[in-house]
């Protein structure tokens, strides 16, 4: 089996390492992999040559990049082509409308969240579903024990703004009735879905609304709102703990000010990030129902105790087998609950090794990869 995994051109280094890990598994699993980068006007040109020189079977992007390239026809190039499409999701799909709206005959999507697949069936994507977690390269051999640590918590994330209530503008209407009632659900309940939330909202109000890309970016803008609300919140409740902590990700300093227990770190990269969490003995996972919850992987792979919003895979694979601690993300106090849960109990070392005995098992990339070779040999020609 010939595939062609999609680099990207991006910012994201995490979307740049997971492309180039994902290759190598593949290729290390036995499939003919070319790993490539498209960008520019001519990406749909430049995609189909390359499955063309390649014999490509599969083509493999990260966020769905290129799902919606088309022929001067206007027939999908991988139809055109003869090859399979595969979007591996990573942060929402909402925030992709376009790339969700070509039909591809024959198209697998790979989520975390069960809401990814609620967006693509509300777009009318025919894809065939499965549902993934990201890999890790390999896990950590030479471990230090969490109580040898001496970062007792951290978290990576980046500073998205203020949570402004921009649907204010619009009370009386049928937008704001729309929009307040699936921020209202989304804030109340930990495991709360943005698109059960909009459909529960729709049958509460009997508003009839055509799901059409206005309605996709006002769930984005939602879906950005709720993450912008949730980190803040974060953020406050972990200052008040006074815990030591390390906070990863611009713009916090200017949010939260200088603080005894807080040391700030701007710089993001992936390499550090892994050198961190080897030292930290709590990492916590955020937005874990939005995106793929990779630093979550990469914390538990160096033998970190993680701690995590609700995310459903992260519970079947790890919560409930006793690899990772839970948050409510509605209730600020719970982060208090769990950390002391995780980490005063003394159960902390328990915990990290369990998670890091999970990922051995099954969250390398190339367990990844085998899987995904598996779904590809079973999905055929649809009619």
């Known amino acids: 089996m010939n595939i062609l995994v999609c680099r990207g051109v991006s910012q994201n280094d995490v ?23 498209f960008a520019g006007p001519q990406m749909a040109e430049d995609v189909a040559q390359r499955i063309a ?73 025919q894809a065939t579903d499965m549902a993934m977690l990201p890999g890790v390269n390999a896990v950590s051999t030479d471990r230090l024990a969490i109580e040898d640590r001496p970062i007792l918590t951290t978290v990576a994330m980046t500073w998205l703004g203020e949570p402004e209530i921009w649907w204010n503008d619009a009370k009386g209407t049928p937008a704001y009735s729309l929009v307040d009632g699936v921020v209202g659900r989304l804030l109340a309940d930990e495991r709360a879905d943005l698109f059960e939330a909009y459909q529960a909202t729709l049958a509460d109000t009997g508003l009839e609304v055509r799901f059409d890309e206005h309605i996709s970016n006002i769930m984005a ?63 916590f996972n955020l937005n874990a129902a939005n995106g793929a919850s990779e630093r979550a992987m990469m914390a538990m792979a160096a033998g970190a105790v993680v701690i ?15 690899g990772m601690q839970f948050f409510d993300r509605s209730r600020p106090a719970s982060l208090a ?44 020609d649809r009619p």
Request: charged residues 20%; hydrophobic residues 40%.
């Open 15 to 37: 979307l740049t390492e997971m492309s180039g890990s994902l290759a190598q598994a593949l290729a290390e699993c036995g499939a003919g992999v070319e790993w490539a980068s």
């Open 53 to 125: 020189a390649t014999g490509a079977d599969w083509v493999v992007s990260f966020g769905s990049g290129g799902a919606d390239l088309l022929t001067r026809h206007g027939q999908s190039i991988y139809d055109a082509a003869g090859c399979g499409f595969v979007g591996w999701d990573v942060d929402h799909p909402v925030y992709q409308f376009k790339r969700f709206s070509t039909a591809i005959r024959r198209r697998i999507q790979i989520s975390a969240s069960p809401s990814h697949a609620r967006f693509a069936r509300l777009m009318g994507c």
């Open 221 to 283: 803008r939602i879906g950005l709102f709720v993450r912008q609300y949730d980190r803040l919140q974060f953020a406050q409740t972990l200052a008040s703990l006074g815990l030591p902590s390390l906070i990863c990700g611009t713009g916090w300093k200017d949010r939260l000010g200088e603080q005894s227990h807080i040391t700030y770190l701007d710089n993001l990269n992936v390499t550090d990030l892994n050198e961190i969490y080897g030292q930290s003995r709590a990492v």
């Open 308 to 322: 995590s919003d609700y995310g459903p895979l992260l519970e079947s694979e790890f919560e409930a087998n006793g």
């Open 337 to 380: 609950e769990a950390v002391d849960s995780a980490l005063a109990s003394g159960g902390a070392q328990t915990i990290a090794d369990r998670g890091h005995e999970l990922i051995s098992r099954a969250g390398l990339w190339s367990h990844k990869a085998t899987r995904l070779l598996e779904r590809l040999d079973q999905v055929h």
